[in-house]
């Protein structure tokens, strides 16, 4: 049993043999990790048809938290995808929204900048005159 778990975590799309027979089925290995890096179940390689994989399977697997590595796919899809948790998507938009926002701080700090290096005015500009009320229209 041991063997099989460690045959599991060693085995990735480029070192997986297919079984003689099973080449309709979608073979793919899952893990569950939590955010820190713990293993809270071990890796082990998955068998399924390929529509149910891709209607019901994949997404409940991705919102359960698992971790998927596609190894086979009979119609060779999926060839370099893999399918990441939830918590690593947000991490990842965490990053992309402090990037943004680091280049936006960056951009109103230039702005800033050339706003006080650029001379300021002396004239006060006169204030307008307000518009004459219009002659009320009669009847017609």
Not at 12 to 20: A, G, I, T
Not at 111 to 134: D, R, S
Request: net charge positive; charged share 35%.
């Amino acid at each position: 049993m041991q063997n099989k778990e460690q045959n599991a975590l060693l085995v990735h799309r480029e070192n997986y043999e297919v079984p003689k027979g099973q080449e309709q089925v979608v073979h793919y290995k899952i893990a569950k990790l939590d955010s820190t890096g713990k293993v809270l179940e071990p890796a082990r390689i998955v068998k399924d048809d390929p529509k149910y994989f891709e209607t019901v399977l994949k997404r409940n697997l991705e919102n359960m938290g698992y971790t998927v590595e596609i190894l086979h796919h009979p119609q060779g899809r999926y060839s370099s995808v893999k399918i990441e948790t939830a918590e690593a998507r947000l991490a990842e938009k965490d990053a992309e929204i402090a990037r943004l926002k680091a280049e936006l701080a960056k951009a109103q700090e230039s702005k800033v900048k050339t706003n006080t290096e650029a001379k300021p005015e002396t004239k006060e500009e006169a204030p307008k005159a307000p518009k004459a009320p219009k002659a009320p229209k009669g009847k017609k």
